[in-house]
């Protein structure tokens, strides 16, 4: 246990010492005043997932605004030609009022492609006091659209990648770094923040952690990177990804040693704790077909945008007995307990049949672990 809090205490150092260099590069990348928000935003995040107040209304929402894809991406949670539906902007509207009126800090919005949706940029210009993370493969945006970004100041990229150009191949296409590149050099030269997302695997941990790469990303002008850690879930799950404890060292490792060395910003803490909000159920999703779930690995509810967020967040009896758990909880129940979250489901008959396969596949994976 000491050595654990030790390693803790020796990144959180380590942090606070490369921290400096880190934000140069951000206010370098894009402007004083947006850096500024940004860094705002930040703590007013770390103080309420860490702090334990309950909350009346989700003080996170990450949206599934689509199916639609342009890509089709290997292990992708969606990638299915039955799993294309999408919310339409005027529910989209509705949702994010909700959200602004009820003071919610954070609404991430993925997909699919978030930008298969031409109203995305409105929506966010429309609701300035929200902070918005685009989870994007930003192959659809063109120079109009970076123009009008640019004019933004509530709004960070969070653009998918797998590694160096063969890596990010074998997962999303061949040339599809190439482009990204050509992605890249427009968004830096309209000031526009933007970081990466990684989800790091058994197959490209070492190369997604090499500090030549990262420095190599950030000379395109990348501020942040978030290291998604591999679930087994979906509805292609293949356990041969899993982190095992030595790459989840090296992960952790990186966040710091790697990505701060690279003065970068990590928007995952691994080596520190979960600053998961969905974790402690401070967060809700919703996904493409417009019904509730905990988190894009459980989408379940059988609840839809039918009805507001604040009736479903405090009325549902599936919601709060899920948050009952995830109060006991300090890891994500998902990896922890995934058969307690199954047997809530079937005991509130909360999976649709749009999901349904999904809840299959989850429970196939738990028995075949179980035996």
Known sequence: MNI???KKLFYLLCFFARLPFSLINLIKNIGLTKALLFFRFCITYYIFVFLKRKHKFPKVLLIAVTGKCNLTCK??????????ESISTEKLQFLLDEAEENKTKLV?????????????????????????????NALLINESMANEISELKNIVLLIG?????????????????????????LLRKNKIPFGITVMTTSKNIQSVTDI???REIR????????FVQYTPSGRNIQND????????????????????????????????????????????????????????????????????????????SYFKELKRLQDKNTVCLFRSNINTILNLVKKYDACSSYHLDLYESLENEYKRRST
């Not at 492609?113 to 993370?133: A, Q």
């Not at 974790?279 to 459980?298: H, Q, V």
């Open 4 to 6: 654990r809090k030790n």
């Open 75 to 84: 292990e992708c949670f969606i990638h299915n030609k039955r799993h294309r």
């Open 108 to 136: 991430g919005l993925t997909g699919g492609e978030p930008f298969t949706n031409s109203d995305i940029v409105m929506l966010v210009r429309k609701h300035p006091s929200i902070y918005f993370f685009i989870f994007t």
């Open 161 to 185: 990648i797998d590694g160096p150009s063969s890596s990010t191949a074998k997962r999303r296409g061949i040339n599809v770094y190439e482009n990204l590149e050509t992605k890249f050099n």
């Open 212 to 214: 030549r790469w990262l």
């Open 219 to 226: 000379m395109y002008g990348t501020s942040f990177v978030l």
């Open 241 to 316: 990804l899993i982190l095992d404890k030595r790459n989840m060292e090296l992960l952790k490792k990186s966040e710091v040693n790697g990505i701060m060395k690279a003065r970068m910003l990590p928007l995952s803490m691994h080596s520190i704790g979960s600053v998961c909000p969905f974790r402690s159920g401070k967060g809700l999703y919703i996904s493409e077909n417009g019904e509730f779930g905990t988190c894009p690995a459980l989408p379940f509810s059988n609840e839809t945008i039918d009805k507001k967020i604040v009736d479903v967040y405090k009325n549902s």
